[in-house]
């Protein structure tokens, strides 16, 4: 390694900078992977998604080609740290939240287990935004992430794609994705030559009708004004009229005569961004002069569909005169399959097109796709029950379920050396590849000095992080504490507001002399939508919270409060693995899955939940004693949406705790440090609308909260044990397992 090394920088490893070091590991991660490619035969996943939030990828590419020990010892013995020179890496902003951190996982997993399966998404320049404080409030800023050494190459490959009648170009960027001890497949990423980041203005403002300049220059462009969603609409055709192109073209130098798609192309549609691919494809066929009759079937057979939530605001829908402007090559034909569903059903709340003239995305995946799937087992029977329910009668084969998984390579061997090496140590290294070994840790749940020794490992991860935090905002935190963590994105129906409020109760508390059995540190990741004004003030209400407490010295030795600025993978790489609990508090029916709650518990965090996502499968399998579970039934929730009958003042009044911790926010510590408007505001509308009934749960979430806390202080050795069943239980949420589903119900890839 030593002469490989020198060789790609051209002078003695001692000598090279950090920077001369990256690029000289880039090449050698680029010619490694690619004699893992191999050809494919048969049948070739195509994932097609808005995002793909895939993290730095330096370090987890040594990993996986069996690279990472060799690279690591090398540089150290020429004075060099690993960790420096990936610091130099750029985290790609690709993605936003869990959708497309999976997307990311599935790629791993997919390289891993040898399938062939490609990505297709955008070449977004600035991705999401960046996140930074000033006065208790969030600010956004451009990323930009893109530089030469992004591994991403562009290729000479470019395909016409047709917006609002005119003609642009897309070409075609490649990203090699190298599983572990497995093959070398591409992230296919689209972007237009004349995007030109100079339009930006102040902060993430832009144009945003000047579509040559600023198509793929953010994910999710703010859609509160038309302009903004007409160009939602132009990314998701730009990135799937170029996709479909791809696939056709891949699929035709292999043999296929595109009669017989299907036997060379599954297509997966990661939520509706991607929808659009299915009457474009009926096109591209049509092109080929192939029937529409046949193409109908065609298509319906290569494409499936994942939901990937219950919101209402996330399941698109557009006016059809959006799509008019944008896509009128595509009406006609969204026009037809419409028909066709009306002539299947006499249920209009099945059609593709409302009697308002809206076009619903996910209703033309469910008709014209032959697989939809939920992504945990609660989600996917809400699915079937009440969300979908008119569907599910009628297509009851279509609809499965596929719950969630994370890939261990990142998020156990790359995030924690340390447990991955413990682990090792204790049951041999077959759990990288086999998930389900992990149950092996169960014969030393009763071995002290393994207990011991997971709870070093703890701690040794809480001071990293504490390090890094401190040289990174400057907070110091108490590493004798219990560190809960909540990172995740910010949305009303996950709770942090729920967090919020038991912070204020805790130090309300604890200025009345009652301190906790431990020290709490409260730690928090989250970016909020830059038009989501709740969520922009829950942030507020937080971090002004967070000063008031820094101030006073007699709450911060027994409280603390950090938000983690810019929230993002590298970030969650660090803050995981140092959790004690992990904060899954959505209200229950919610969250289709959740990924963080699996990342936590395998990294040994005990997890404070709802019976919501894929919570319910972790409680099933650690056991009741192994989780703190509270709060309403996903189906007592429904029944209060159903009936209407959630009054949030009733439970304001009712509860003389709750009312004091929300009379709180606008009280005068608060308002020493924070604004009045937001806060005023979050106050409202806690009082009087709670969307998401954070109020009923305020309750059980103290008591059980405050448990957690007394059990860690009274039994830390009890805590491990319980923490290594965690550990040893998490195997099932390997995305390997997701995908190996996935493959033999719905794509059978490589056949
Ligand atoms: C999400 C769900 O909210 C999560 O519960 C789920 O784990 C992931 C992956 O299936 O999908 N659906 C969704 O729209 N997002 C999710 O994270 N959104 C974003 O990531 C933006």
């Known amino acids: 390694m030593k002469a490989t090394l020198t060789d790609l920088c051209q002078k003695e490893i001692s000598t090279a900078t950090d920077a001369e070091l990256y690029t000289a590991l880039l090449k050698l991660v680029h010619e490694k992977s690619q004699q893992h490619v191999k050809p494919v035969t048969g049948r070739k996943l195509y994932y097609i998604s808005a995002e793909f939030l895939i993290g730095k990828l330096l370090s987890n590419n040594l990993i996986n080609l069996g690279l990472y020990d060799d690279v690591r010892d090398t540089l150290a013995e020429a004075g060099k740290a690993l960790a420096d020179i990936e610091e130099q890496e750029p985290e790609p902003s690709l993605g936003n939240g869990g959708l497309g951190r999976l997307a990311a996982c599935f790629l791993d997993s997919l390289a891993t287990l040898s399938l062939p399966g490609d990505g297709v998404g955008l070449r977004y320049h600035c991705g999401l935004f960046h996140q930074n404080f000033k006065n208790n409030v969030q600010n956004e800023t451009p990323d930009f992430w893109l530089t030469d050494q ?45 995007v030109d980041e100079s339009v930006i203005g102040d902060g993430i403002s832009f144009d945003k009708k000047d579509i040559a300049k600023n198509l793929t220059l953010f994910l999710y462009p703010d859609d509160s004004d038309e302009d903004g969603r007409l160009l939602r609409i132009y990314q998701q055709y730009f990135m799937v009229s170029a996709g479909a192109q791809l696939i056709l073209d891949e699929c035709m130098a292999r043999g296929c005569n595109l009669h017989d798609l299907a036997d060379y192309a599954a297509i997966q549609i990661n939520d509706t961004h991607p929808s659009m691919v299915i009457p474009e494809l009926i096109r ?45 090559q595509l009406m006609p034909i969204i026009e037809k399959l419409d028909a066709i569903a009306k002539t299947r059903t006499d249920n209009a ?74 682990i090792e140590n204790l049951i041999g290294d077959g759990f990288k590849k086999d998930a389900s070994e992990l149950k092996k840790l169960l014969a030393y749940t009763d071995d002290t000095e393994v207990l011991s020794k997971i709870r070093t ?36 129906y996950k709770r942090q507001q729920l967090n919020l409020l038991f912070l204020i109760h805790e130090y309300l508390e604890i200025k009345a002399g009652h301190v906790p059995a431990t020290p709490l540190v409260s730690i928090f990741g989250a970016k909020a939508a830059p038009a989501y004004i709740i969520a922009k003030d829950i942030i507020h209400g937080l971090l002004t919270l967070s000063q008031v407490i820094s101030e006073d010295p007699q709450v911060s030795r027994w409280l603390q409060l950090a938000f983690v600025e810019n929230y993002n993978v590298s ?22 899955s959740g990924t963080g709650n699996m990342k936590f518990m395998l990294n040994g965090a005990l997890t404070l939940g709802t019976m919501d996502g894929a919570n319910v499968e972790i409680a099933e399998a650690v056991g009741n004693d192994n989780i703190y579970i509270f709060g309403q039934s996903s189906k007592q929730v429904i029944h209060h949406y159903a009936a209407a009958d959630y009054c949030a003042r009733d439970w304001y009044e009712a509860d003389p705790n709750l009312r004091r911790a929300i009379d709180f926010l606008t009280s005068e510590e608060m308002l020493k440090y924070g604004d009045e408007e937001h806060l005023k505001r979050l106050q409202h509308e806690l009082i009087n609308k709670d969307w998401f009934q954070t109020l009923p749960d305020f309750n059980a979430y103290v008591v059980r909260k405050e448990q957690a806390m007394k059990d860690y202080a009274v039994n830390p050795e009890d805590w491990s044990r319980r923490t290594l069943i965690n550990i040893a239980e998490a195997g099932f949420f390997s995305s390997d397992r997701t995908i190996a589903e996935y493959d033999q119900d719905i794509w059978h890839l490589g056949k």
């Open 349 to 422: 709340a099945l059609a593709i097109i409302d009697q308002n003239q809206v076009v619903h995305m996910a209703h033309m995946d469910i008709h014209f796709s032959h697989s939809t799937n939920g992504v945990a087992t609660l989600h996917t029977q809400i699915l079937k029950e009440s969300e979908l329910a008119g569907f599910y009668q009628m297509y009851p084969d279509k609809f499965n379920n596929k719950t969630n998984g994370i890939t261990f390579r990142r998020w156990l061997l790359k995030c924690n050396p340390a447990l991955t090496s413990e």
């Open 284 to 328: 591209l066929l049509g092109l080929h002069g192939i029937e529409f009759e046949e193409a109908i079937q065609i298509v319906t057979d290569t494409c499936a569909y994942t939901n990937h939530t219950i919101l209402a605001e996330a399941l698109e829908k557009w006016p059809r005169h959006y799509l008019d402007t944008v896509v009128p």
């Open 457 to 492: 490992i703890k701690k040794d991860n809480k001071k990293q992080l504490a390090a890094w935090l401190a040289d990174k905002q400057g907070i110091r935190l108490n590493t004798d504490a219990l560190f809960s963590i909540q990172s995740k994105r910010l949305h009303e």
């Open 571 to 592: 970030a969650a790489e660090k803050m995981i693995p140092a959790c004690d609990l992990s904060e899954q508090i959505s209200l229950a029916s919610k969250e289709a």
């Open 150 to 194: 992004c591994a991403a190459k562009a290729t000479d490959t470019v395909f016409p794609v047709s917006l609002a009648g005119k003609t642009y170009s897309a070409r075609l960027y490649k990203l090699p994705v190298t599983g572990y001890e497995g093959r070398t497949n591409t992230l296919n990423l689209f972007d237009l030559d004349t």
